[in-house]
């Protein structure tokens, strides 16, 4: 299957302070690519799709101004959560989906995660 | 807008036991349905998927169901491990999805017991 990497792995800020999440194909070109929170014991909640060279589209309830997504390449996007707070620590997935990729059908690859805390 | 019903939340079997996990969905237009495995603090992995034009799939001890008309698609793993042992999620893509997104279930915690 298709290699997707997170950077960081895991990151502890102080509150106030912007973190950037970076997701990389590795091996693919990831014509979209989307980004997920996790909290514990919960299902994946998708935050917004990401399409390279626009902007993304957010789910319902996400702020697009604290969580911004950018797509300039077609192997790297980025999540920045911006002024961030103990209540968005969490467990952050990117995933990616490609033209021409290992699957024909947009099989989305996910990426190792980011675990973010916020103190 | 689409909806995932995923049961149960939790299941413990005996190692050597099957587990069937149930997603029920609201849509019928749907075309994609993927089962992943998330390990703790890992990735979820895909395990086995089915698109709508199939009703049965199966890789080695895993299997998955499509009913379409009763709108429920289950994961079969016969002869469990213990490094079966994790949570499971289910998914589809709707059709209507642009961009291709999932919709995702709210997982099972399975516990294989040796």
């Known amino acids: 299957g298709a290699v997707v990497s997170q950077h960081p792995s895991r990151v502890i800020c102080k509150s106030g302070t912007s973190v950037k999440i970076e997701c990389r194909s590795l091996?693919?070109?990831?014509?979209?690519m989307f980004w997920y929170r996790q909290f514990p014991k919960q299902s994946l909640m998708l935050m917004a799709t990401?399409?390279?060279?626009?902007?993304?589209?957010?789910e319902q309830g996400v702020e697009k101004d604290k969580f911004l997504i950018n797509h300039a390449s077609l192997t790297l996007s980025t999540l920045t959560v911006t002024s961030a707070h103990p209540e968005d620590s969490s467990f952050y997935i990117c995933?990616?989906?490609?033209?021409?990729?290992?699957?024909?059908?947009?099989?989305?690859?996910f990426g190792p995660g980011t675990r973010l805390t916020v103190l | 807008g689409e909806n995932v019903e995923q049961h149960p939340s939790t299941l413990s079997v005996q190692e050597g036991d099957s587990a069937v996990i149930k997603c029920t969905y609201s849509?019928?237009?749907?075309?994609?349905f993927p089962w992943y495995k998330q390990e703790l603090g890992k990735r979820p992995q895909l395990i086995i998927d089915?698109?709508?034009?199939?009703g049965e799939k199966k890789d080695q001890r895993i299997a998955v169901t499509l009913n379409k008309t009763a709108k429920h698609f289950s994961l079969h793993i016969t002869e469990t491990q213990p490094e079966d042992s994790a949570v499971y999620f289910c998914?589809?893509?709707?059709?209507?999805?642009?961009?291709?997104?999932?919709?995702f279930g709210q997982g099972t915690e399975l516990s294989v017991k040796p």
């Open positions: 849509d019928s237009a749907s075309n994609y």
């Open positions: 990401s399409n390279e060279g626009s902007k993304a589209t957010y």
């Open positions: 091996d693919f070109q990831a014509t979209t």
């Open positions: 089915i698109r709508s034009n199939v």
């Open positions: 998914a589809l893509r709707p059709i209507y999805n642009q961009g291709g997104k999932l919709i």
């Open positions: 995933s990616a989906t490609g033209t021409g990729g290992p699957s024909s059908y947009n099989e989305q690859f």
